[in-house]
């Protein structure tokens, strides 16, 4: 099983309520194929690499949500802001701790972001660089998710929430997607119910969870007690039910 991170880009519309950031899944991938996601992957044996500054809470302060030591908890975040910055070119780092990088746009930096997605560089070595340092605390732990045993591909999977850059532009369809939306959670359950999107349960479940805050500072100061979630794969006849530790099912 492989650990994973995933961001939830949060922006705030005109009411004051809340959108999020899905990316659809390309239809050729072997995992999750036309699935509307967050952006997010595994961890990178290169995301453990530091040297970096580091904005907020040392990462020791995460680890206990996280389930993980604290050096692997740095790892994690890191990956999360990788994956952000591959995925739809988001990048949570700053020149100072109380600063976010407002261009991240134009030929270097999409350079940079091919260089990370090949692995031929490290996200610590693009922030030293680049003289970055990553904002850890930009990003906050929402919850986790264990893929169920009968997937050939199992993840072990850190939600984290994060509130959209104000200068910055999520550029989706890059890499595995290729469509990208702002939807409001309710919105966005709505129309995986009515079979308008396909979302995987973790999803459609965290969606569902968002739409119940009523805006973006609420949902960053949330205290959520974090546990492993294992979804259990249930045969009825010839159906397959996904028994969700919350309580709901999904087929």
Do not use: N
Not at 12 to 35: H, I, N
């Amino acid at each position: 099983m492989r650990d994973a991170a995933t961001v939830i880009l949060l922006r705030p519309v005109a009411d004051g309520q809340t959108e999020v950031y899905l990316l659809r899944r390309l239809s050729s991938m072997a995992f999750a194929p036309g699935a509307y996601v967050f952006p997010g992957g595994k961890v990178d044996d290169r995301d453990a690499e530091g040297g970096h500054g580091w904005a907020g809470p040392p990462p020791e302060e995460m680890a206990a949500a996280l389930g993980v030591p604290g050096s692997a908890a740095a790892t994690l975040i890191r990956a999360a802001v990788r994956e952000t910055f591959e995925e739809c070119g988001v990048l949570l780092a700053g020149p100072t701790p109380g600063r976010v990088v407002t261009e991240v746009t134009g030929p270097e930096w999409e350079a940079d972001q091919q260089a990370l997605v090949a692995g031929s560089v490290s996200l610590a070595q693009l922030l030293i660089r680049r003289g970055l340092v990553l904002r850890g605390d930009l990003l906050r732990p929402w919850s986790r998710w264990v893929t169920p045993e009968p997937e050939p591909r199992r993840y072990d999977t850190r939600f984290f929430v994060a509130a959209m850059p104000p200068q910055q532009r999520a550029a989706g369809g890059t890499g595995e997607s290729d469509r990208a939306a702002w939807l409001r959670p309710a919105a966005a359950v709505e129309a995986a119910t009515a079979g308008e999107l396909t979302m995987l349960p973790p999803t459609r479940i965290t969606l569902a969870e968002l739409a119940e805050y009523p805006s973006v500072a609420a949902i960053m100061a949330a205290d959520r007690p974090i546990t492993p979630r294992r979804p259990v794969v249930r045969l009825d006849g010839d159906r397959a039910w996904l028994s969700i530790p919350d309580g709901s099912d999904d087929d």
